[in-house]
Every structure is written in C-alpha cells, then in structure tokens.
C-alpha cells in the first residue's frame, strides 16, 4: 500500500509505503517506508505484533496502532548533501535516550529543505551541543549525516546508559549527525516540525 503525504508548501510530496506480512496464523508483521520525491525508499518503522483469533484466542490483545510517519532527517540529507546549511542552533532539549534540536537552516530556497526543522533524535547514545563557530561563513556549516564513521566503531555506543553493563539487543544500528561543533549519535533522526518557529518548551 502506498500513499503521499505533504513536507512544506510547494515542496514535492513525500511517500510511504506499507508492507503486510503474515509469518504464521498468529503473528503479522508491519513494515513501513519513507518514500524521497527522488525515489529513494528508508525502512522507518517496522512492527511485529500478535494477531487475535476470536476463535482459539479470545483473551488476545488487538493489535497496536502505527504511529504516524515523521520525515526522516536522514533521508532528506542524503537527497540533499550539499544545500543543508545551519544557521544556528535555536534551542537543545536532552531526555533519557533522547535529544531534541531546533535548528535554522539554510534554505537557498529549496523546499525539500525544512527551514526551521525541530529532529528527534531517538535512542540518542551521545552528544556534543556547543555554540556555532561565529566565524563561520559560506551561509552556515554543511549538516551532514554519516552511517559509517570512526565516532560510530566504539563499542560503548551498545551498552545501555544507567544498565550496569547491559548491551542493547537487539544491538542498535546508530548513525551520527554532525553540525559546526556538535554531533549527536542517535538510532533515528525526525523531523516532528518541518517548517515553523517553535518556541522551547517549559521544563
């Protein structure tokens, strides 16, 4: 099943696709992909779940819903690798496992590019958040998105924060953001607000 959802206006639309597999007669499973106006398609959610049979199962949980589809952060560098610019960096909230970044982007007029984007950055490992470099020129530092890079190879990347040495399994596959003087290594990487100043929630 494919669909097409809106990013900005005059922008080109986005796509996702829906892929439905039945492994047995109890359990189904979810794919999701985001679908880049260039054609290019990113897993972004993938859910296995149980399914019930009112015949045999009738204390069987219903099936879970999907969560709508954010643009991938990702995807939209790689289609776009050297137009995404920061300009600044507006706010930085930190959670367990999560980063959330409110940036100012460069846009050169380009709609596939979000000018005021706030990124998830889900299963959030590690971070650097300092100041933009005021002597940056050339419209702001290139954003760039790596999923293979030397920062990435360390094995602590896979041990959980607080888990008194648990790993995580199955063992996350993490990329790394970079911008002027920061970076965050992250599982994910969406968009939640594509184009529009938000200001930085209370604490």
Same mark, same amino acid.
């Given at each position: 099943?494919?669909?097409?959802?809106?990013?900005?206006?005059?922008?080109?639309?986005?796509?996702?696709?829906?892929?439905?597999?039945?492994?047995? /007669?109890?359990?189904?499973?979810?794919? /999701?992909?985001?679908?880049?106006? @260039?054609?290019?398609?990113?897993?972004?959610?993938?859910?296995?779940?149980?399914?019930?049979?009112?015949?045999?199962?009738? @204390?069987?949980?219903?099936? /879970?819903?999907?969560?709508?589809?954010?643009?991938?952060?990702?995807?939209?560098?790689?289609?776009?690798?050297?137009?995404?610019?920061?300009?600044?960096?507006?706010?930085?909230?930190?959670?367990?496992?999560?980063?959330?970044?409110?940036?100012?982007?460069?846009?050169?007029?380009?709609?596939?590019?979000?000018?005021?984007?706030?990124?998830?950055?889900?299963?959030?490992?590690?971070?650097?958040?300092?100041?933009?470099?005021?002597?940056?020129?050339?419209?702001?530092?290139?954003?760039?998105?790596?999923?293979?890079?030397?920062?990435?190879?360390?094995?602590?990347?896979?041990?959980?924060?607080?888990?008194?040495?648990?790993?995580? @399994?199955?063992?996350?596959?993490?990329?790394?953001?970079?911008?002027?003087?920061?970076?965050?290594? /992250?599982?994910?990487?969406?968009?939640?607000?594509?184009?529009?100043?938000?200001?930085?929630?209370?604490?």
């Amino acid at each position: 099943m494919i669909r097409k959802y809106d990013v900005a206006p005059d922008a080109p639309p986005w796509g996702w696709k829906t892929v439905y597999e039945v492994i047995d /007669a109890d359990h189904l499973t979810i794919t /999701a992909f985001n679908l880049t106006p @260039d054609g290019l398609e990113v897993k972004g959610l993938r859910q296995s779940t149980r399914v019930p049979n009112t015949n045999r199962r009738p @204390d069987c949980p219903a099936i /879970a819903p999907l969560t709508a589809m954010k643009p991938d952060f990702a995807t939209i560098i790689k289609a776009n690798p050297l137009a995404m610019r920061a300009l600044a960096i507006s706010w930085v909230t930190l959670g367990h496992l999560r980063v959330r970044l409110a940036l100012v982007m460069a846009t050169s007029h380009n709609p596939q590019i979000p000018s005021y984007p706030i990124i998830l950055c889900a299963n959030a490992v590690d971070y650097i958040i300092r100041p933009m470099n005021p002597a940056t020129i050339m419209g702001g530092p290139l954003v760039e998105y790596h999923d293979t890079h030397e920062l990435l190879n360390r094995p602590l990347l896979q041990y959980v924060p607080g888990g008194d040495g648990e790993e995580f @399994d199955p063992p996350l596959k993490l990329g790394l953001l970079m911008f002027d003087q920061s970076y965050v290594i /992250a599982e994910k990487f969406e968009v939640e607000v594509f184009d529009r100043r938000v200001e930085k929630p209370a604490p």
